[in-house]
């Protein structure tokens, strides 16, 4: 890219951390040190506050980046990402969101340990909130080395490097610092710049083909090489048996996923009400319903304008996709249009992992200090507040990401946010449900459905065509590769409910009704919510 390109998007870039490093600074100056001001900003927010906050950790780089470029090189099947992300805040909506409101205060683990021993159940929440959020935080970390490496016009691994490492540093810094609040002004600022520049992306696309969307789509099946077949299923994932049974085994981790992840469930006990969270949910159900739509036209626009060559040719998983739309729309490489467009667009790329990796490292550092910490310092006394205990884990958690986002360097954003989505609806899912819906449930169900999720989702993983065995995994070297599917969700996530129910059948625990009954009465009414 020409020196314009790098400078002004450095520029832009720089003034949006300026931006959130001030508003970092004045919320530190402000905060109270409590546990509530830092996991949840003391319930302040607004519904409409909230929900700009909720679409801004939803809508991450594996939603800019990603999902274009998989529509971009795969057409039809790409699109199965924009569906699953946008029919799964409907399972929010009606079955969490209000009822992890009215039942937690600030993690996962409190709506399960309202009924059950705190401490295994704690301990086994905990390691499984902080396994989701690494797992989505490595994606974020990837989109960053790949957007670095268009932008500065380096596929160095050092570039991608330094990348990593700053992205990693700065989400250090808005979480120790500024907390759920900071956190959640960074968010609210990164969701209006990201919908600003996608409406004006999605405009320029349609104006190219004088709105006509049957033009658009007829284009860029054209330049795809696989002619109407590109707006057919079957591209990605109807070559055999195999590919079909990972196509739904991805859906399930799309649509059951979300209502697992650890940074949106965190997001709801910042609303001072039940009701506020509801309308929290529906608020960022409009927007992140919106900006998908307009993912569809920046894929195709893509596909069509830069041509799936250009794009696996600056990056073989399509994550600069979207940048390199950007150039060609505001007239190619050169031009002072292309170099604002394209600046704007990395710039807001940037902003967009910023915001989203403080959002997750809040969350798995809340896990950390408010779950396992607590449950652990029981038995040594208490040596550091929760508080001081999750600042330093959002160093650790950081150093973790950072080493695995350069090892995964090379794979595709939503692909990697996929595995997220998969270990969190096999994991956190199955026990949050249990908990609010199955009256004899136990302590043994509990930890049984987290570990009988977690376990089998990770090791098939690392047992897939992702880790090893072809060209494309991490270590196409060696070959361990005893699973067939990329996607573990199909197998992980009924067996993360099978070990819930077979915990409970087998323990000699007897539940607690009375437990329930209060958990019952709160979770529908809100009486007693914190």
Known sequence: ??????????????????????????????????????????????????????????????SFLGVTGLIALYGYDGMLYVVGFLVAWLVVLFLVAELVRNCGR??????????????????AAGTSSVTVSVLYLVAQMVGAGSLVALLLGRTSGAAQAWTVIGVGALMVIYVSLGGMRATTWIQI???????????????????RFHGDVG????????????????????LAYGGSWTARLDFISLGLALVLGTAGLPHILSRFYTVPTARAARRSAVWSIGLIGGFYLMTLVLGFGAAAIVGPDAVRGSNAAGNTAVP???????????????????????????????AVV??????????????????????????????????????GIGVVAIALGLLARDLNVAFLVGLAFAVAASANLPVLLYSLF???????????????????????????????GSPGSLFPAVDFQYFPLQNPGLVSIPLGFLAGWLGTVTSDEVADEAKYAETEVRSLTGAGAV
């Open 106 to 123: 600030f993690t996962l683990a409190d709506v399960v340990a309202a009924r059950m021993s705190e401490r295994p159940v704690r301990i």
């Open 438 to 468: 199955w009256r004899g449930f136990t302590t043994r169900g509990a930890v049984w459905a987290v570990y009988g999720g977690l376990l089998p989702a990770l090791g098939l993983v690392l047992l897939s065509p992702v880790v090893s």
């Open 1 to 62: 890219m020409t020196g314009g390109h790098q400078t002004l998007a450095l520029l832009l870039f720089s003034g949006f951390v300026a931006v959130t490093l001030g508003i970092t600074t004045w919320v530190s100056r402000r905060r109270h040190g409590s546990a509530e001001e830092f996991y949840a900003g003391g319930r302040l927010f607004t519904p409409m506050e909230n929900g700009f906050a909720i679409a801004g950790d939803y809508m991450s780089a594996a």
């Open 189 to 207: 600022v990164k969701a209006v710049l990201l919908l600003s520049g996608t409406i004006a992306l999605t405009a320029l696309v349609l104006v």
């Open 215 to 234: 033009r658009l789509l007829a284009t860029a099946a054209g330049r795809s090489g696989h002619g109407n077949a590109f707006l057919a299923p079957g």
């Open 358 to 395: 403080a959002g997750i490292t809040l969350a798995s550092s809340a896990s950390v200090a408010h779950d396992l910490y607590a449950s652990l310092r029981r038995s040594h006394g208490k040596v550091r507040s929760e508080v001081a205990v999750a600042r330093f884990a959002a160093v």
């Open 324 to 354: 390199l739309l950007a150039l060609d729309l505001g007239g190619g490489a050169g031009s002072t249009g292309g170099t604002v467009l394209f600046a704007v667009v990395a710039a807001v790329a940037f902003a967009t992992i910023l």
